[in-house]
């Protein structure tokens, strides 16, 4: 048995012995947005995902309680005058969950393996900032040309293709973290397996049992260990929200991740002030095939988004925690000004149907032509399922007809990652880093991780280009409103609502702060019984 496993074995059995006594112990019981698909870090994309890898990990930067972004592994760090350039000074008592120091070199690793063509990472355009992480991920030159480098053990250096104005925030996904470099040589894929993944942040993992449960316990080497007051995170998949409310209300969950929206109002007449609302940056948006006909067609996308009427949507079955969504981009993000909004958005809903059927006609289908037949996918959730049939009704009314495929998350999120068919589906973007890039250029071309429905536009790509580009903030603002007003000519992608977040928050869990990122730290909250 080599040394650092040795170590890590050590490790695991230290916790174990030290929460022996399960008085002792304090456990978060953790509604969790859905099941992982894994975690091997370069392979997620889903928010429930990156909820656990946060517990994890530690990156460079981090957020904190508030969603502010904050030191990490770096506990300083400096840029060049021409924004090209970051020093990250690491902490010198950066330990990984057997013990080993986190060094400097682990990041390089960990940047290099996401670039490989061969680790198939979906999410991996995240860092094409960085010096030739885009030739690397398309095959066009070797890792080892990726501008990060290792100083000493305790330097690491950053060199960017052009100046990020957000690349900072950028270090705060997943894609960001560190990897330690022996377990994944020895184990290859099955690295993230318990027993074998070695983490650096407040948690190890212990267990992870499909469809039930994944356990993480507090690593006794984690540099802020003795401030982290949560002994063990229990998360559970949530899918059925209103088997995870009657959950939370038998004291058998702290929090859950979502709620029934239309109950709101009984669920605010039982549980007070432990409903938890907020805004959240993110789209609840419907992807279009637009690889195949009649998708391919814009009048057909068009007819099919401007009958959608949204305000009764936002309002019926979401109880007004969600927002109508006439753009792309939600408004209030960073670095944008006003989104660009759909034509019709003032437009009465009885003339917005009127059009629709208009331009279905003009494509072939209604009175006198075939019948517009839709396959619309969604993952199982009984707010979807709500919103899909409603969307469904508003379709029939200019003589759409529609059938359901229904799935869990895992199946259906990597459904639509590994190039599935379909003909519309569901999906919801919950940004990264707030920027309008983190949005639009899920539909650039070439993003084969996101852009599902295959959407091709050079003047909309030619655009992101330019943007990327562009060092001027207020200039860079214009082009990608540019690229948004084109994406809502086209809707390659139809936005519905614009996110909210709604929590089941027990008066136990201390330390929840609601925020724009959605993020929640276990390690900066507190359960007092």
Do not use: C
């Amino acid at each position: 048995m080599s040394s650092w496993l040795k170590r890590t074995a050590f490790a695991v059995l230290a916790t174990v012995a030290l929460m022996g006594a399960a008085t002792a112990e304090v456990v978060y019981n953790r509604g969790n947005d859905a099941e992982p698909e894994t975690l091997d870090a370069h392979k997620t994309s889903t928010v429930g995902e990156g909820h656990i890898l946060r517990d994890l990990y530690e990156g460079l930067v981090i957020h904190n309680a508030k969603g502010e972004v904050v030191p990490g592994v770096a506990e300083k760090w400096e840029m060049s005058d021409d924004g090209k350039l970051y020093r990250f000074t690491l902490r010198a008592n950066a330990k990984w969950s057997n013990g080993d120091p986190v060094k400097a070199s682990d990041f390089v690793f960990a940047y290099r393996r996401i670039m490989s063509p061969e680790t198939g990472a979906k999410y991996a355009n995240i860092l094409y900032p960085i010096l030739n992480a885009e030739k690397i991920n398309k095959g066009q030159a070797k890792p080892e040309e990726l501008g990060v480098t290792a100083v000493d053990d305790h330097t690491l250096e950053i060199r960017l293709e052009r100046p990020t104005p957000y690349f900072i925030q950028l270090l705060t996904h997943q894609t960001g973290l560190p990897l330690h470099p022996p377990s994944v040589e020895k184990f290859g894929k099955d690295y993230v397996k318990p027993g074998n993944l070695v983490s650096n942040g407040a948690y190890m993992l212990a267990e992870f049992v499909p469809n039930s449960h994944i356990k993480v316990v507090k690593n006794p080497y984690f540099h802020d260990a003795k401030n982290v007051q949560i002994d063990v995170v229990m998360f559970y998949p949530v899918s059925d929200l209103a088997a995870a409310t009657r959950r939370f209300q038998a004291g058998e969950l702290h929090s859950t991740p979502d709620i029934p929206a239309d109950q709101m109002k009984s669920l605010k007449d039982r549980f007070g002030s432990q409903v938890v609302l907020g805004p959240y940056l993110g789209v609840w948006a419907l992807p279009v095939n637009t690889s195949k006909p009649p998708f391919n067609d814009v009048r057909v996308r068009k007819a099919l988004s401007m009958v959608i009427d949204r305000e009764d949507i936002a309002e019926r079955i979401w109880s007004e925690t969600m927002q109508p969504a006439y753009s792309f981009v939600p408004p209030g993000i960073g670095n944008y000004g006003t989104p660009a909004i759909a034509e019709y958005k003032d437009m009465a809903p009885i003339e917005r149907e009127d059009r629709a059927k208009e331009l279905l006609k003009e494509a072939g289908f209604g009175p006198g032509g075939k019948q517009l037949k839709v396959e619309l996918r969604y993952n199982t959730l009984d707010n979807n399922r709500n919103t899909v049939v409603a969307i469904a009704d508003m379709w029939k009314r200019i003589g759409v007809e529609t059938s359901f495929i229904n799935t869990d998350a895992k199946t259906h999120f990597a459904y639509l990652r590994d190039g599935g068919d379909f003909d519309i589906a569901r999906y919801g973007w919950i940004g990264d880093y707030s920027d309008p890039q983190n949005f639009l250029f899920l539909l650039e071309s070439d993003n084969k991780g996101f852009n599902y429905g295959k959407w091709k536009n050079e003047e909309y790509d030619a655009l992101m280009k330019q943007a990327a580009n562009e060092t001027d903030l207020k200039k860079r603002a214009d082009i990608l409103l540019k690229a948004e007003q084109i994406f809502m000519r086209e809707e390659p992608w139809i936005p519905v609502l614009h996110y909210g977040t709604k929590n089941l928050i027990s008066p136990k869990l201390i330390g929840f702060h609601q925020n724009l990122r959605g993020v929640y730290p276990s390690r900066f909250l507190q359960i007092k019984e």
